[in-house]
C-alpha cells in the first residue's frame, strides 16, 4: 500500500524535528497568498477526483470480494496522494532554492498530504527525504483511469488538475526558468501519452454478463472474472502496449538535463533530436526526407561521460522512431579483429548483428588500424564496418569514441570512414567544482555526508590535479576511484569505534580521502585556517567569500535573503 509507505515516511521526518537554529531558518519575505491557496485548492481538487472516481467505481461494481469498497476508497486516497507528490517531486528537481514562495508551497502541499504543518525544520527534513526516496510510479497512479470503465471519462479532468499544480509549484518563486518551462512541456507530453484511451477494438470490448474488473491489491493493476457459467469463458486483462516511446523520451531528457556539466553536448544532442523529430512528421505528411548521417565521432579524455551520452542518444533515437530498438552495444578492437586469418569477418559481422537497430560503440576506435606498419585484420575490421554501415543505413548508428588526435588519424586513414562520420561531438574535461558534484552524486546516493573540512579538501586537490593533468587524466572515472578509496579508508578508520552509530558509518572526513599525489603544501593554508571559498547565491548570484566550515550548509544571502546550499566553492 501506498499509504503507509508515506506515513512511516512522515514519522521519521516529524521525529525530533524541534526549533530550528536561526542559520537554517527559511527567512521570512514575499509570499503569495493566492497562489499557495490556489496550490490547497488544487491538491483538494485532485483528492475529491480520486473520491468521487472510487465511489463511481463501487457504484457500477468496480469492487469485489477481493477489495471491498472501502478498500477501494482508501487505494484511490493513496494514489492521489501519490499523484501529488510525484509532480511535486518532479517539479521541485529542476530549480528549488527554498525562497520563502518556495517554502510556503512546500508547507501547502505537506499539510495536505498529512494534515499537519511542518517546523521549519522538519520542511526542509522532509522535503530532502522525500528527494531521496524512490518516486510512485506514474502507471500505478493513474491506472485506474485507464482500466475502470466508470472512470475513464475522467482523465481530461486528471489532466488538467495535475498541470495545473505543476504550473503553480514552478510558480512559487515568482519566476519560470527555461529548464523549469522545459520540464512543463515534458511532463505534460509524458501525462498525454499515459492518458491517451487505449486501441478502440480494446476499449469498446464489452464484459460479459456477471463478469466484473477489479482494482487488486497490486497499485493499479486489473483482472477480470469469468461469468458464472458451467463453462467460463476466458477473458484476458487489457494490457498497455510494449514500448512507452513518449515516457521513454522524457526520461531521457531528464536524465540528458540532469547531467553534470557537459553543456555543449547537451545543446548538440537536442539540437540532433530536434532535427530529426522535424524530420520524422514531414515523413508522416509525405514531404520530402532530408537524408542525415547519424554515425558520429566522439572525441574526448577517459571518464567524460561518451559511453553514457551514446546510450542515452540510442535511448532518444528510440524513443522517436528512428532505431527500432535504441540500445546500445559497446566493443572494442578485440570484439572487432581476431588473430587468425579468415577469422575477423565473421567475428566482426556477429557484434554489428547484435547492434542492429541500436547503437555500435566503439571505444578507442583508432586501435583498429595499427599507427605503424601492416594490419590486414584491422583494415579488414573496417572494410566490414564500413559494408554493414551502407547495407543497413536505416538500421544502425555507430560511433566511434577515443582521443582527438588518435581518431582524426584513423579517419583520414580510410576514404570511407571520413566521408561517412561528418558529426563531432567534443567532450570537454570536466572542471574542479564538476568533478565535486560529480563525488556528491556518488555519497548521496549511499547516503555519505561530508563535513566542511572534507568538502574543504576535496576542493583543493582536485583543484591541484587539473591543473597538473594531461590527456591520461581521468575526469569521472579519477572520482569514481578517490570515492571508492575513500569508503575503504572509512572502514578502516572506524573498525574500533564502538557503538557503531548511523553518524559514524556516514561521514566522511578529511583524513577519508587519500590524494597521493598532492603534494602536503597544497594542505597547509588550509591547516592554518586561512583558506576561504567563494560561493553564489542561487537567487542573485551574489558572490561571498566563507571559511571551510561553511561549506555544505545552507546560508542567508545578504544581498537577497533568500537561502541557499553552498555546497562547493572555488578557491578564493
Known sequence: ???????????????????????????????????????????????????????????????????????????????????????????????????????????????????????????????????????????????????????????????????RLA??????????????????????????????????????????????????????????????????????????????????????????????????????VKRLVNFLKMQKERINLGLPETKVSLHSVFQGNPGTGKTTVA?????????????????????????????????????????????LDGVLFIDEAYSLIAEKGDDPYGAEAVQTLLKRMEDHRDRLVVVLAGYPAPLQRLLKSNPGLSSRFNRYFNFPDYAPLELCQIWETFSRRCQYVLSGATRAKLILGLHYLCQQKDEHFGNGRLIRNLYEKSITRLADRIVDIAPLTKEVLTRLEPEDLAFDDVPAEVWQALGKGETRFVVDCTGCQHSSRIRPDYLGQRLQCKRCQSVFSADWGEPG
Not at 33 to 55: F, G, W
Not at 171 to 181: L, W
Request: aromatic share 6%.
Open 311 to 355: 546510450r542515452l542518444l540510442g535511448r532518444l533515437l528510440g524513443a522517436i522512431g528512428f532505431l527500432a530498438k535504441g540500445h546500445l552495444v559497446e566493443t572494442d578492437r578485440s570484439g572487432l579483429v581476431a588473430e587468425y586469418a579468415g577469422q575477423t569477418g565473421p567475428k566482426a559481422n556477429k557484434k554489428i548483428d547484435e547492434a
Open 1 to 163: 500500500m501506498i499509504g503507509p509507505i508515506f506515513d512511516n515516511l512522515f514519522d521519521v521526518w516529524t521525529r525530533g524535528s524541534g526549533p530550528m537554529a536561526a542559520s537554517e531558518a527559511v527567512p521570512p519575505g514575499r509570499v503569495n497568498p493566492v497562489l499557495v491557496e490556489q496550490v490547497r485548492v488544487t491538491c483538494q481538487a485532485i483528492q475529491s477526483l480520486y473520491h468521487q472516481a472510487a465511489e463511481e467505481g463501487i457504484k457500477e461494481g468496480a469492487a469485489s470480494a477481493k477489495m471491498s469498497a472501502d478498500q477501494l476508497m482508501e487505494r484511490m486516497d493513496d494514489l492521489h496522494r501519490g499523484l501529488i507528490i510525484r509532480i511535486y517531486l518532479e517539479m521541485t528537481a529542476v530549480d528549488w532554492s527554498w525562497r520563502p514562495g518556495e517554502a510556503a508551497v512546500s508547507q501547502a502541499v505537506f499539510e495536505h498530504l498529512w494534515g499537519k504543518t511542518f517546523s521549519e525544520r522538519g520542511l526542509l527534513k522532509a522535503h530532502e527525504q522525500l528527494a531521496r526516496q524512490e518516486p510512485p510510479d506514474w502507471q500505478a497512479l493513474i491506472n485506474p483511469f485507464l482500466r475502470l470503465p466508470p472512470l475513464m471519462q475522467h482523465r481530461d479532468e486528471l489532466l488538467t488538475h495535475a498541470m
Open 167 to 268: 504550473n503553480l509549484v514552478i510558480k512559487a518563486d515568482g519566476r519560470i526558468a527555461p529548464q523549469e518551462k522545459q520540464q512543463l512541456h515534458i511532463l505534460r507530453a509524458h501525462l498525454e501519452n499515459l492518458l491517451k484511451p487505449l486501441p478502440l477494438a480494446e476499449e469498446k470490448q464489452p464484459l460479459q454478463a456477471g463478469q466484473q474488473v477489479l482494482l487488486t491489491q497490486e497499485a493499479g493493476t486489473t483482472a477480470t472474472t469469468p461469468p458464472p457459467v458451467a463453462k467460463p469463458v476466458a477473458t484476458p486483462a487489457i494490457v498497455l502496449p510494449p514500448g512507452d516511446a513518449a515516457k521513454q523520451f522524457a526520461e531521457a531528457m531528464a536524465e540528458l538535463n540532469g547531467f553534470i556539466g557537459l553543456d555543449s553536448i547537451k545543446s548538440e
